[in-house]
């Protein structure tokens, strides 16, 4: 039996939280703001995560083009409780990561790029 491409993705977000010990989260999201795939826990909304994530994903595009910084990596934010990421997937999606406030950022920072690399292919 074969897997669809939304089941792929999930498995993936699995693999990174799995391989990445202060992942605590991730989501892929569309531009639009609709959830693709994700491994949430169930305590989080998944539509509000969306929505945010496709907003700032926006906002992020939008300053890094205007203030000359060229095209959009990620978005990061940091907060008294961990960190949210976002990372571009291609033009039609981003990475939304929820880490731990002590997360190594660049072992993180390399797996999500891994990540972005194939979940780039599936979409």
């Known amino acids: 039996m074969t897997k669809s491409r939304t089941e792929l993705m999930v498995d993936r977000l699995r693999d990174l939280q799995s391989s990445s010990p202060d992942v605590e989260a991730s989501a892929v999201i569309s531009v639009d703001g609709l959830t693709m795939a994700s491994a949430l826990p169930a305590d989080v909304e998944e539509d509000r995560v969306s929505a945010m994530s496709a907003a700032m994903l926006s906002l992020g595009e939008r300053i890094a ?4 910084r060229g095209q959009l990596d990620q978005v ?39 990540t972005t690399d194939d979940l780039t292919a599936m979409i």
Do not use: C, P
């Not at 409780?81 to 039609?92: A, D, N, P």
């Open 76 to 114: 990061y934010i940091r907060g008294e409780s961990g960190f949210v990421i976002l990372m571009s997937i291609g033009s039609e999606a981003v990475l939304t990561v929820l880490a731990r406030k002590q997360a190594k950022l660049g072992l993180l920072f390399l797996d999500m790029h891994r």
């Open 65 to 68: 083009s205007e203030l000359g």
